[in-house]
T-cell receptor
Framework: AQSVAQPEDQVNVAEGNPLTVKCTYS??????LFWYVQYPNRGLQFLLK??????LVKGSYGFEAEFNKSQTSFHLKKPSALVSDSALYFC?????????????FGSGTRLQVQP | DAGVIQSPRHEVTEMGQEVTLRCKPI?????LFWYRQTMMRGLELLIY????????DSGMPEDRFSAKMPNASFSTLKIQPSEPRDSAVYFC??????????FGSGTRLTVV
């Protein structure tokens, strides 16, 4: 079985400050890891993914995420938050080593960036 | 590339009625996924298809739910009869490889 934990329902940060949205995972074998963002009344938009290689992954809109195998974590980060980053963020995982192709999502973290 | 297209965007129906949600995946994508999003349960996988064949339907809540993929360019999710607890946003996603998953804009279903 595979699972994702996003321990924070909401993260509040001031504009211009760095932000971190936490994610830990459990999966059989090696993971493929993803971050998606959802704006109100919209679908999920892809931000970035970890497949293999460099543990620091850079994605859209200045976001990046660091894969840590020993801690089974894939935290999302941005050096300087914007008000427009306020949205719902989902971490997702699937196994690299099984045939199962579906992603399992975390419960989501609402990011609120204050002006 | 028009992306994954879902219809309708909104559906309001009365309890007991049949509801059909539709999805057109991205051309060339060979996997299709149906997810349901609710406040209480988050994003849940309902079913997924690979090359038009259902692979895992363990997330389908009960026999009232059924899904089909008659060809590579079309899938339906049907609820019959619908109940108020089925109210949710239903997303369709498609994928060509293990690396990329594209989601549609979703169908917001309200059962009254």
């Amino acid at each position: 079985a595979q699972s994702v934990a996003q321990p924070e329902d909401q993260v509040n940060v001031a504009e211009g400050n760095p932000l971190t949205v936490k994610c830990t995972y459990s999966v059989s074998g090696n993971p493929y890891l993803f971050w998606y963002v959802q704006y109100p009344n919209r679908g999920l938009q892809f931000l970035l993914k970890y497949i293999t290689g460099d543990n620091l992954v850079k994605g859209s809109y200045g976001f990046e995420a660091e894969f840590n195998k020993s801690q089974t974590s894939f935290h999302l980060k941005k050096p300087s938050a914007l008000v427009s980053d306020s949205a719902l963020y989902f971490c997702a995982v699937r196994s690299m080593d099984t045939g199962r192709r579906a992603l399992t999502f975390g419960s989501g973290t609402r990011l609120q960036v204050q002006p | 590339d028009a992306g994954v297209i879902q219809s309708p965007r909104h559906e309001v129906t009365e309890m007991g009625q049949e509801v059909t949600l539709r999805c057109k995946p991205i051309s060339g994508h060979n996997s299709l996924f149906w997810y349901r999003q609710t406040m209480m349960r988050g994003l849940e996988l309902l079913i997924y298809f690979n090359n038009n064949v259902p692979i895992d339907d363990s997330g389908m809540p009960e026999d009232r739910f059924s899904a089909k993929m008659p060809n590579a360019s079309f899938s339906t999710l049907k609820i019959q009869p619908s109940e108020p607890r089925d109210s949710a946003v239903y997303f369709c996603a498609s994928s060509q490889s293990r690396y990329g998953y594209t989601f549609g804009s979703g169908t917001r279903l309200t059962v009254v």
